[in-house]
Each structure stands twice: as structure tokens, then as C-alpha cells.
């Protein structure tokens, strides 16, 4: 059962409750069951839970959430840089895309052409589009990369995938990953061991999809954001907070 109170500590989002915390403020859901201990859990979508037992104040709750501000707001941080933040485009001439972490300059060519001749490729620093309607670049250009991230992504990956279930003797298919668009995560892992990855990933440079490659590997053993994981992911990847923060940065 989940209680909403509208307005609570002068908060603007009447559907979840909320505290202060200096001049944050951390929303969060409440939910009550039969349970004795009150946990808190960050979602990868940034969503504060809290599960507390019948009985628990809310008092009581937000003392524990005011405790656990600081790491609260430290995971929240940390699942930013998993949430495509790509600006908008508007699919027009001079405008630059990236691939694989380089940027090229769309270039709309309003050729005469079959409507099967339509196409796009990458020639020098240019990504050129060949339609004879400008208003079909935008899907053009979509396909286009979903094409590449289907060919390309399986590439980066299945070496990775290969050598991490070596090292850690598990048995990993390749028909457990699959890339699927996601609108608020670069990738994630399924319970049952399935690896999934965000097509926009292709935009990055093959550093940053390593990272994210290994970070949902380490999953497999560690469900958490632990220590443990942690210090597994810089095992398996000693530099994976510089393609963190330039994955953050490139496509913010």
C-alpha cells in the first residue's frame, strides 16, 4: 500500500512524500508491509523506495532517509550517467552527429533517386544522407545507426562476455544479449543473466561501451552497487571511471 500526501514540507510533487536536505530536496515512496526492518532502495530510473514496517512513524522514516541523505543522493549521481541525455536533433544539413565517439556533419543530399537508392553513409568527416525528401532523414539516420549498433555492439561485446564467463566460470550464451532502446538506461541485466544494451551506445566511443558492457557483467555477481562490485568492475576494467565521466559528458 502506497500513502500520498499532497504538499508535505512545502515539496511541489504532491504524489510522494519528500524531506530537505540543505537545499536538496529527495523525494521519495513509501510503502508499508509486513516487514520488520525499513529499507531504502535507489532505482536505476533515480526513484527513491522506501519499505517500512507497518508500525514506522513517518517521522521515524524520514529520520532514517535524512541519515542516508548523502548516499541517497551519491547513487542517484551514479545512475545519471546510465540515462541517455542526447540533445534533440532536428535532422538538417551542417548539423553533427556522432559515431563510435566522432563527431561528422550531416549532409542532406537532394539527389534525384529511387526511392530504394535511398541510403547513408559515412564519406570522410561527413555523414551524408541521400533522399530526395528532407523529411525523411531523421528516420534515415535512425535506422541507419540501429543498423550499425546491431552489427557493431555484438562485436565490442561478445569478446567481453567470452572472457568475463572464462575468468568467473559461468556459462553465458550470446543468445543472452540482445540491444533494446531504453529511454533512461545504457544498459542492464536481467535476473536471469540476459545482457541488454541501449542502441544509442553506438554514439559512444568503444571505451564507453566496454564500461557499460562490464558494469552489467559484474551484475551477473554482484546485484548490488556494493563494494564488492566495485572493486570488481575496476578488476575487470582499471579505467572504467574515465569512460564513466566521459560517457556522462559526451552524450549529456
Not at 38 to 45: D, H, N
Not at 185 to 213: D, F, H, M, Q
Request: glycine share 4%; net charge positive; proline share 5%.
Amino acid at each position: 500500500m502506497e500513502l500520498s500526501y499532497p504538499n508535505i514540507d512545502n515539496c511541489t510533487l504532491p504524489i510522494v512524500h519528500c524531506i530537505q536536505f540543505g537545499s536538496r530536496t529527495i523525494d521519495f515512496r513509501l510503502e508499508y508491509s509486513d516487514r520488520k526492518s525499513l529499507g531504502i532502495t535507489v532505482t536505476p530510473e533515480m526513484e527513491v523506495l522506501v519499505k517500512a514496517p507497518a508500525d514506522t512513524t513517518m517521522e521515524k522514516v524520514k529520520e532514517k532517509i535524512r541519515k542516508k541523505a548523502a548516499w541517497i543522493i551519491k547513487q542517484q549521481s551514479f545512475f545519471l550517467s546510465f540515462q541517455p541525455k542526447t540533445p534533440q536533433r532536428k535532422f538538417i544539413s551542417g548539423e553533427t552527429h556522432l559515431y563510435l565517439g566522432r563527431q561528422y556533419r550531416l549532409l542532406i543530399k537532394n539527389d534525384e533517386l529511387r526511392i530504394d537508392n535511398e541510403k547513408v553513409k559515412l564519406k570522410g568527416s561527413f555523414l551524408e544522407v541521400f533522399t530526395n525528401e528532407k523529411s525523411k532523414a531523421e528516420t534515415l539516420v535512425k535506422n541507419w545507426y540501429r543498423k550499425k549498433a546491431e552489427h557493431k555492439l555484438p562485436e565490442i561485446a561478445f569478446p567481453l562476455i567470452e572472457s568475463f564467463a572464462n575468468r568467473h566460470k559461468l556459462s553465458i550464451l550470446n543468445s543472452q544479449f540482445s540491444i533494446r532502446e531504453m529511454p533512461t538506461r545504457w544498459g542492464s541485466c536481467t535476473p536471469k543473466g540476459k545482457i541488454i544494451l541501449n542502441p544509442e551506445l553506438i554514439k559512444a566511443p568503444k571505451g564507453c561501451i566496454e564500461y557499460v558492457i562490464i558494469h552489467e557483467l559484474c551484475h551477473l555477481i554482484h546485484h548490488d552497487h556494493t563494494q564488492k562490485f566495485l572493486d570488481l568492475q575496476t578488476k575487470e576494467m582499471k579505467d572504467w571511471e574515465k569512460w564513466k565521466l566521459k560517457l556522462e559528458r559526451l552524450l549529456a
